[in-house]
């Protein structure tokens, strides 16, 4: 799973940005560039779809396709949806949203993503909090110009995110192209977290509290992209609004 977007709709935490990444033998490359690293190492069974200068979505296919290390790839509506992993409840939730027996995850993710942008009748946070199993999503609305990314709380599915050398924010779940292409300027995705082009960075476990930046410092001893934890001891000041008339994913945590 890969993704990249243009930082005028993509805007992650600053800590994400480490200032070494310039100063090193090895700097952060261009979008471009990145993509076609990606593509490189699986140049027979690659997907990608390139949306100009706003985003770029790409998959492999897994090997031996299991209901446990499933990789998904949809679109409808001018919106796009990476999966990776399984929901257990699946079934339970296309029933929920009206959607057919055999929607799948990916599916499933747009139809729940269009539901909070149109109607918002609760909070993303308890969306997710309803998902049963492992997973790493990536959503992208073509429309609204708007990102959401999320990863689950167990921790089985992996995701990391960084800052390519133009400013963009780069998704995947492979480590090995996230380092290429962010140099210092990357960390793991916190694990029961979610991240909106808008709302930025919360945890969906715990969304009363703020996320804290942790200082990174790799095996080189160089100050790295923060890891973000939440923060207990410190609460925000308003839960995220309800209903149609506020954007289903602002909340204020100033």
């Known amino acids: ?21 310039f100063s090193g033998s090895k700097t952060p490359k261009l979008p471009k560039e990145t993509v076609k690293e990606f593509i490189s190492r699986h140049p027979h069974n690659t997907f990608s779809v ?21 990789r998904l790839f949809c679109g409808f509506d001018d919106i796009y949806c ?13 029933k929920q949203y009206g959607l057919s027996k055999g929607s799948n995850e990916a599916m499933f993710l747009i ?13 993303a946070d308890q969306v997710l909090k309803e998902l049963d199993g492992s997973f790493a999503f990536v959503v992208y609305d073509r429309r609204a110009g708007a990102v959401f990314a999320a990863l689950g709380a167990d921790g089985e599915v992996k995701l990391y995110w960084g800052i ?22 990357y960390a793991p995705f916190p694990p029961g977290c979610m991240f909106h082009s808008e709302g930025g960075l919360m945890s969906f476990e715990h969304p009363l509290h703020k996320m804290k930046p942790m200082p990174r410092i790799d095996s080189e001893g160089v100050m790295c992209g923060a890891n973000f934890k939440v923060d207990v001891y410190t609460r925000v000041n308003s839960i995220p609004r309800r209903g149609s008339e506020a954007n289903w994913a602002e909340w204020d945590t100033n």
């Open 164 to 185: 390519a050398a133009d400013g963009s924010v780069v998704i995947s779940d492979d480590m090995d192209i996230i380092k290429e292409g962010c140099a210092k300027s």
């Open 111 to 123: 139809e729940a993503y269009r539901t909070l942008r149109d109607r918002g009748p609760y909070p």
């Open 1 to 21: 799973m890969f993704a990249i977007f243009h930082k005028t709709f993509a805007h992650p935490p600053e800590e994400l940005n480490s200032p070494a990444s």
């Open 82 to 94: 990476l999966f990776l992993g399984s929901l257990n409840n699946l079934c339970a939730l296309n």
């Open 50 to 70: 390139n949306f100009g200068e706003a985003a770029v979505l790409a998959y492999v296919p897994p090997d031996r396709p299991s209901s446990l290390s499933q």
